[in-house]
C-alpha cells in the first residue's frame, strides 16, 4: 500500500518554503527534500514572508531559519501569527544551537517543531512528515468543526462537546437556549441568498461577542442557533427581550421575526443529542403560535403525553355524541365592511376537560388520522347549517371548512364532499375549502385533488400563506382562489409592510383574491384596506361564533 507521503504518477507535490540565509545549508535541506516536496526558497526572513504571502495555499509548511539579517525568525513568526490565513501553514524551525531557550520562544510564536543542524536527512523527512499529516488532519477538523458561515460550532461539534462537558462537569446545572429565525425562506427570496447568508453571520456574530454567558454555541440547523451555558437563576424571558434587540441592532436585513424555546437546569442524564431534539420540540409549541415569541421546556410537555393518549381514548365516542361544536368567524368585506363569509371553526365540549380549542386537539388528530373523520363532520354540519338559514329565511354567506393534508389524500374527493351538498340542497358556490400551504405544495397526488374539487365548483383558499418554509413562487402551481395571509404578519404588519403589500399584489397579479386573517384594530385594518386586500377576518369584527350567535349576527348584519 502506498504511504500517504508518497507521490506517484503526476499528482502534485505538497510545497515546501526554506527560509535560511546559508546557501550550503539550503542547499543541503533542498537536495533532501526535493525529491518529495515542491522547493521554494527565500534568503532571508523578509523575502521568506513574502513568498509566504503569494504561495500559502500550495504551501505545506515552511522550514524557518533564526538567525538571519533583514528579518530574523522570531519576526518572520511574529508577523506570520497576526495573519490567520499564513498562520494556518506549520513551521519548522531549524536551528544550529540547542539552546532551550531559543526553542522555547520560537514555539511560543506559534512554531510546531524543531529540528537541530547538522540535519539528518531521516529525521527531518519524519518530523516533516508528522507535522504535515497533523496539521492537515487539523484542518479537516476545523472544517467539520464550524460552520462557515456563522463561525460557531457545527451541530455535530457541538453534540461533542456539549457532552464531553457534562462528562466532564457531573455537578453543574446548565441551561439551553435556541433561537429560531422565522421565515427565513422568505428573507432568501426577498433579499437574495447572500442577504440571507448576511443575517445568519451577524446572529452568529451576536452570539460570539453578547453570549448569554454561554459556554458553548452552534448554528444547529439552517436557520437554528443553540446556546449552553451553566445555569442561572436570571430571568431569562427578560435577557430573551435583550437578546431579540440585540440581534436586530445593526442587522442587515430588517422585518424578521425571532423565535426563542429555553431549557433551564438541564436533565444531563440525558444525552446531549436529546436535550437538543427537547428544545426542537419546545420550539414547534412557539412556531405557530403568533402571540408567542419565548416558550420553556418543562416536564409538563411529558406529561402532555399521557393527557393525549386519554383523550385519544375518548375521541371516537366525542364524535358519537356531538361533543363538537362549529363555530363561526365572520369575514367582511374590507372596502364595504359588509359581512362577505364566514369560517368554519371546530370545538371540542369534553366532559371532564371542558371547551377545548382546535390547538389542543387537532395536531393529535392530524398524527391520528381522525381529522378526516372530524372534518367531514364538520363538512356536513356547515352543510346542514346553510340549509337551515335558508329555510329560516336568513341570506347565507360562503363559509370555508378547513382541510387537512390528511383528508384530502384520504377521502376519496370529490364525490364524498358533494353528498351532503346535494342532500341538503345548497348552491355549491357557497362552499370553500381552506387548505394550508404547506399541505399542498411538493405533491402531485394532492395537486390533482384539488384541482377536482376546485373544477367542482368549491372555491379553494390557502391557509396561512406565508407560514410555511416553501417559496413566494409556488402560489403559481397550487389551485387557488383566494390567499389567506398567515396570521403571522398581521400581527407583525408594522415590520413587515413590505412583505405584505408585495405578497397582496402578487397575488391580485395571478387573479386571486386576498384575505388577512386575525385582524384585531383598526390600524391594521387601514394599512391593510391601503394594500388592497380584499377580506378581513379578526377580532376587529367578530370572535368565532357558537352557530346560535353566527345566526343572529347574520340577521343584524345585511348584505
Ligand atoms: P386557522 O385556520 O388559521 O384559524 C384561525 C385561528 O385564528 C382561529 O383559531 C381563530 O379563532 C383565530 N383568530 C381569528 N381571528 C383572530 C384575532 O383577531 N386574534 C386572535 N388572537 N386570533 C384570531 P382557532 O379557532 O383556535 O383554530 C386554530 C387552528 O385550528 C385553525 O387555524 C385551524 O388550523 C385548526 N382548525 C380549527 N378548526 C378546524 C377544523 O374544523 N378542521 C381542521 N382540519 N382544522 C381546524
Ligand atoms: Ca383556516
Ligand atoms: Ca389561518
Known amino acids: 500500500m502506498l504511504n500517504e507521503f508518497e507521490t506517484y504518477g503526476n499528482q502534485k507535490k505538497r510545497g515546501i518554503l526554506i527560509v535560511e540565509d546559508n546557501d550550503i545549508n539550503r542547499e543541503m535541506l533542498k537536495s533532501i527534500l526535493e525529491d518529495k516536496y515542491e522547493i521554494t526558497e527565500a534568503a532571508d526572513g523578509l523575502i521568506g514572508l513574502e513568498k509566504l504571502k503569494e504561495g500559502y495555499r500550495d504551501l505545506s509548511l515552511v522550514l524557518l531559519d533564526v538567525q538571519m539579517p533583514n528579518m530574523n525568525g522570531y519576526e518572520f513568526l511574529e508577523h506570520q501569527r497576526n495573519d490567520e490565513l499564513l498562520s494556518s501553514v506549520p513551521v519548522i524551525v531549524t536551528t544550529g544551537s540547542t539552546i532551550s531557550e531559543d526553542e522555547e520562544k520560537c514555539l511560543a510564536l506559534g512554531a510546531s517543531d524543531f529540528v537541530t543542524k547538522p540535519y539528518n536527512p531521516r529525521i527531518i523527512i519524519r518530523r516533516i512528515e508528522a507535522i504535515i499529516r497533523l496539521s492537515e488532519s487539523m484542518a479537516t477538523l476545523k472544517a467539520v468543526e464550524f460552520d462557515n458561515i456563522s463561525g460557531l460550532y457545527t451541530k455535530a461539534a457541538f453534540i461533542h462537546h456539549f457532552q464531553r462537558y457534562m462528562d466532564e462537569n457531573k455537578d453543574k446545572k446548565l441551561d439551553m437556549l435556541m433561537i429560531n429565525v422565522e421565515g427565513f425562506s422568505y428573507i432568501n427570496e426577498l433579499y437574495g441568498v447572500a442577504k440571507g447568508e448576511q443575517l445568519l453571520k451577524h446572529i452568529g456574530n451576536v452570539i460570539s461577542v453578547c453570549n448569554f454567558g454561554a459556554i458553548m454555541s452552534c448554528r444547529y440547523t439552517t436557520d437554528r442557533f443553540i446556546l449552553m451555558r451553566v445555569h442561572s437563576d436570571s430571568d431569562v424571558s427578560k435577557e430573551v427581550v435583550v437578546y431579540n434587540e440585540k440581534i436586530h441592532e445593526n442587522s442587515p436585513v430588517s422585518g424578521f421575526v425571532l423565535k426563542f424555546a429555553v431549557y433551564t437546569d438541564v436533565d444531563t442524564s440525558v444525552s446531549a443529542a436529546s436535550l437538543c431534539e427537547r428544545l426542537s420540540v419546545t420550539m414547534k409549541t412557539v412556531r405557530r403560535r403568533y402571540d408567542m415569541q419565548l416558550a420553556f421546556y418543562s416536564t409538563e410537555m411529558a406529561n402532555r403525553a399521557k393527557h393525549l393518549k386519554k383523550m385519544e381514548e375518548s375521541m371516537k365516542d366525542a364524535l358519537k355524541e356531538k361533543q363538537f361544536s362549529v363555530y363561526y368567524q365572520p369575514k367582511h368585506d374590507a ?7 364566514a369560517e368554519a371553526l371546530v370545538r371540542w365540549i369534553h366532559p371532564v376537560h371542558g371547551f377545548l380549542s382546535p390547538a389542543d386537539f387537532i395536531p393529535l388528530f392530524e398524527e391520528n388520522g381522525f381529522i378526516t373523520k372530524l372534518d ?18 336568513i341570506k347565507p354567506v360562503p363559509v370555508s371548512v378547513n382541510a387537512s393534508r390528511r383528508d384530502i389524500l384520504s377521502i376519496d374527493t370529490p364525490e364524498r364532499l358533494l353528498l351532503p351538498i346535494n342532500e341538503n340542497d345548497v348552491d355549491i358556490g357557497l362552499l370553500h375549502i381552506e387548505i394550508t400551504e404547506s399541505a399542498s405544495v411538493n405533491d402531485n397526488v394532492i395537486l390533482e385533488k384539488v384541482k377536482a374539487v376546485r373544477d367542482m365548483g368549491i372555491k379553494i383558499e390557502l391557509d396561512d400563506f406565508g407560514s410555511g418554509q416553501s417559496s413566494l413562487g409556488t402560489i403559481r402551481d397550487i389551485p ?18 413590505e412583505i405584505v403589500k408585495m405578497i397582496i399584489s402578487l397575488a391580485h397579479a395571478l387573479g386571486h383574491k386576498t384575505v388577512a386573517e386575525g385582524v384585531e384594530t383598526k390600524e391594521q385594518l387601514e394599512i391593510l384596506k391601503d394594500f388592497g386586500c380584499d377580506y378581513i377576518q379578526g377580532y376587529y369584527y367578530s370572535k368565532p361564533l357558537e352557530r346560535n350567535e353566527f345566526r343572529q349576527y347574520l340577521i343584524n348584519n345585511k348584505h
Open 376 to 393: 367531514l363532520y364538520v363538512w356536513n354540519t356547515v352543510c346542514e347549517d346553510i340549509r337551515n338559514w335558508i329555510n329560516d329565511g
Open 480 to 497: 387557488t382562489d383566494i390567499i389567506k395571509l398567515d396570521i403571522s404578519f398581521v400581527r407583525n404588519i408594522e415590520k413587515q409592510k
Open 335 to 341: 372596502k364595504t365592511g359588509e359581512i362577505a363569509g
